[in-house]
């Protein structure tokens, strides 16, 4: 049986840390072949045999991406925006989905782990939890900005959102791991 760990990411630090912490430890499950000191994969040769087991990993990696949608960026009830700017602003949120997609594929290969995307539309915190749980995910993997309570209060917390109404258990990865 395969298991799915999903790691939501965005163009935050924190959540490429999630992300690489993810990597990190998966790896380390994979192949124990770890420095005690770094906490580095140790470098070694690695025989065919080797390479195969890491082309089959035991899990499946799956990186998502909540973009949002063009009423999300709008200006607001005061404001009309013409087809262009629309067009233009769906155009820039796409090509920062790709870059920040690309960016934790780049993690991933750096630890040798195979990735597959996903993006959806929507609100970060209800989008991440419902993906999660449409992609079967035994294991949620988040970061968190580490603000205070009354920006919590404010603005809600995306990982705390998780942490309570995912499907699945919920690592959240903050600043002090690295």
Not at 135 to 156: C, E, I, P, Q, S
Request: charged fraction near 20%.
């Amino acid at each position: 049986m395969v298991n799915n760990i999903v790691v939501a990411v965005d163009e935050s630090e924190e959540s490429m840390r999630a992300c690489e912490w993810a990597c990190k430890h998966l790896l380390a499950i994979e192949s124990p072949a770890e420095t005690e000191t770094t906490g580095v994969p140790a470098v070694t040769e690695t025989t065919e045999i080797q390479q195969q087991q890491q082309q089959q990993q035991s899990y499946s990696f799956i990186l998502v991406r909540v973009q949002t949608t063009s009423s999300s960026v709008s200006g607001g009830p005061a404001y009309i925006l013409s087809d262009k700017v629309v067009q233009f602003l769906e155009f820039d949120t796409k090509r920062t989905t790709q870059r920040i997609l690309n960016r934790a594929l780049h993690i991933c290969h750096r630890y040798g782990m195979k990735a597959e995307t996903h993006v959806v539309f929507g609100e970060a915190k209800e989008r991440i939890c419902e993906a999660a749980a449409k992609l079967g995910a035994h294991l949620l993997v988040v970061g968190t900005h580490g603000h205070g309570v009354l920006m919590r209060a404010l603005r809600g917390s995306v990982s705390d959102y998780c942490v309570r109404n995912a499907l699945c258990p919920v690592v959240v990865v903050n600043r002090k791991v690295f």
